[in-house]
């Protein structure tokens, strides 16, 4: 998520209520995000010494930790006690919650010929491009974007808070979501489906994909291009799906992994793992299907190998 404008160091030290900073007060500084997607000038935090050398090592220039370490050069540190809830008063402080007023916001920007259904909301500063048609009972939450030509089904749920909680003695903290859901040209989405917003960037899906009912995608995941999923898929955050996948029906996938270019993953498979492209695979854990084949087949001779044995 960048900023609206460049801040210092200095001043968000001062919206964090004066915490402890290591480097120059007029350091640049001009977003935030998770590690996974921090560019230079972009903070990121970190509240567990196992991920200090990834967080001080990133491509981010303000790291918010928990602990005074030392400084890298080029970099800044935020010091504070609680990285977690100071990310969470950034993100509500550059990224607050808008009410809304209408079931289609006065910001919202439709592209002509497209078409929007009864009782559907369309949220502040969404986007839609041309030639959509966007089914009854559709919701887009506030600052999702979609391309042209796109279809979206009744029911579906684009741009909800990400699924990412720390535990604490009093209960489970929300990490606010100050993303958004991109949706490009000529993609259409089942009946049902619901597409998590991005923590503090984008989760995307490609030009010319489709989705079945009833398909998840967790937060910050991107999908490539031409990418298939078939109904009751669950693919969890942080992931990405490169061009040209094929993944059947009721497959889960674990966050932070990649499915390759081209890859194809049979029905009810559990994927654990980072997968090779331009090959097929089933099961779980998810493994190479002519290997999982071959295992089947050679599972269905032990009756008759223990007949022999009897005799």
């Known amino acids: 998520m960048k900023f609206p404008q ?12 004066d915490i402890e900073y290591v480097g ?7 977003g935030m995000n998770e590690i996974h997607v921090v560019e230079p000038g972009d903070i990121v935090f970190v509240d567990h010494p196992k991920y200090y050398d990834k967080a001080l090592e990133s491509a981010a220039t303000v790291v918010l930790i928990n602990k005074k370490v030392a400084c890298p050069d080029g970099k800044a540190l935020l010091i504070s006690d609680d990285p ?4 969470n008063k950034l993100t509500r402080y550059f990224k607050p919650f808008q009410k809304a007023n209408a079931s289609i916001a006065e910001t919202a920007v439709i592209g002509e010929h497209t078409i929007i259904q009864p009782n559907c909301f369309i949220g502040n500063n969404v986007k839609i491009g041309k030639h959509c048609i966007i089914h009854p009972n559709v919701t887009l939450y506030d600052d999702t974007v979609i391309g042209d030509h796109v279809i979206i089904h009744s029911g ?7 699924f990412y909680y720390k535990k604490r003695e009093t209960g489970f903290d929300r990490l606010l979501s100050g993303g958004k859901v991109v949706i490009e ?30 398909v998840h995608v967790g937060h910050d995941t991107r999908l490539g291009k031409r990418v298939l999923v078939a109904a009751q898929s ?12 094929v993944i059947w029906g009721q497959v889960g996938i674990a966050s932070g992994i990649t499915i390759k270019e081209k890859a194809v ?3 009810q498979s559990g994927v654990g793992r980072t997968l090779e492209g331009g090959k097929s695979y089933l099961g779980s854990p ?3 299907s002519k290997k999982k084949f071959r295992e089947m087949a050679s599972i269905r001779q032990i009756p008759y190998i223990l007949e022999q044995i009897k005799k």
């Open 265 to 267: 993953i049979f029905a």
């Open 234 to 245: 669950g693919i969890s955050g942080c992931v990405v799906v490169e061009d040209d996948v």
């Open 6 to 17: 460049k801040h210092t160091l200095a001043q968000i030290a001062a919206l964090l209520n």
């Open 84 to 87: 977690f809830r100071d990310f």
């Open 24 to 30: 120059d007060g007029d350091f640049p500084v001009t």
């Open 185 to 214: 040209d000529y993609v259409e989405l089942g009946a049902s489906c619901t597409i998590d917003r991005g923590v503090t960037a984008d989760t995307l899906i490609g030009w010319g994909s489709k989705l079945d009912n009833q």
């Open 156 to 162: 579906s749920i684009l741009g909800a808070d990400a």
């Open 286 to 288: 998810a493994e190479d």
